[in-house]
């Protein structure tokens, strides 16, 4: 039986996810139990991601809880890293964000919000250009993808000022350790995760291990000669002829794989990179 402060997650309703749908899914997901850990009052889940995000308040709001962070640091008498302080700095040069608490959705002031937003994200954080959005990818829904890789690389600069992390940074913190070979700290959990507070914890009904999880996927394939994956260790494997080493983490009902400096499912990797399967979505994508 689950512990006294778990939460048991009924098991989703079947979801006929295309594979190049879940990971924006597992994306939002992960962006809006952070948003609910920060901010309980915005009622955000996946399905509403986008309705709770579109008059720009949240994200201005949340834009100034970031500047405040910096403060904190550069208060502190020992910050927590350089990256942090310099951070820090570049952020308190910049003022307050600012919004109109009253935007509805749609609306020029809602636009407006956003636009300080975005030009926040680009001034102060310094986000690329290729990570921003613009105010129709969420007002009009033109680019949710944007919107979500936007979000995150705003968690990872939070996250850099000691604010509290999506999944998926938390994940990606653990990762280069594991890279750069360092020790997990005695206090970190046994996947190496930066804990966010007290939280209840998450119990799913798949009991399946990461590695059970990950050959069900690859076995997909019937081909008589598989797409070669092979365990190297917990959560890393080689795939491909390349040989090429990736790292796989299960993100709630998700099997997700680090792709350069962003994720993807792995159903949605394997789509993309095992022949098979490439030559099996090209005749699909021809008959339709």
Request: hydrophobic share 40%.
């Amino acid at each position: 039986m689950a512990g006294a402060g778990a939460v048991l997650l009924e098991a989703r309703p079947f979801r006929p996810f295309k594979s190049s749908e879940e990971y924006l899914y597992a994306m939002k997901e992960d962006l809006a139990e952070w948003l609910t850990v920060l901010y309980p009052e915005l009622r955000i889940n996946a399905d509403n991601f986008l309705d709770r995000l579109d008059t720009g308040v949240a994200l201005c709001r949340h834009a100034n809880a970031v500047r405040d962070s910096a403060r904190l640091i550069l208060e502190s008498p020992a910050p927590e890293s350089e990256d942090a302080l310099t951070l820090a700095r570049a952020l308190r040069t910049r003022p307050p964000v600012n919004m109109l608490p009253a935007a509805k959705a749609g609306t020029f002031f809602a636009r407006d919000n956003l636009s300080n937003f975005i030009d926040w994200c680009r001034k102060a954080l310094g986000i690329l250009e290729c990570l921003l959005f613009e105010t129709d990818d969420l007002c009009l829904r033109k680019n949710e993808k944007h919107v979500v890789l936007c979000l995150l690389e705003v968690a990872r600069k939070g996250a850099v000022l000691g604010m509290p992390a999506p999944l998926l940074v938390q994940m990606e913190r653990q990762i280069e350790r594991e890279l750069a070979g360092e020790e997990l700290r005695p206090d970190d959990s046994a996947l190496g995760l930066v804990p966010l507070g007290p939280q209840p914890q998450l119990v799913t009904n798949d009991l399946r291990s990461l590695d059970e999880r990950v050959r069900d996927l690859v076995e997909r394939c019937s081909c008589p000669t598989q797409f070669p994956m092979v365990r190297v260790s917990e959560g890393k494997y080689r795939i491909g002829d390349t040989r090429l080493l990736i790292f796989v983490r299960i993100l709630r009902s998700h099997v997700m794989v680090r792709v350069g400096g962003g994720w993807d499912t792995l159903a949605h990797y394997l789509d993309k990179h095992d022949p098979c399967r490439c030559r099996a979505q090209h005749r699909t994508s021809l008959s339709a």
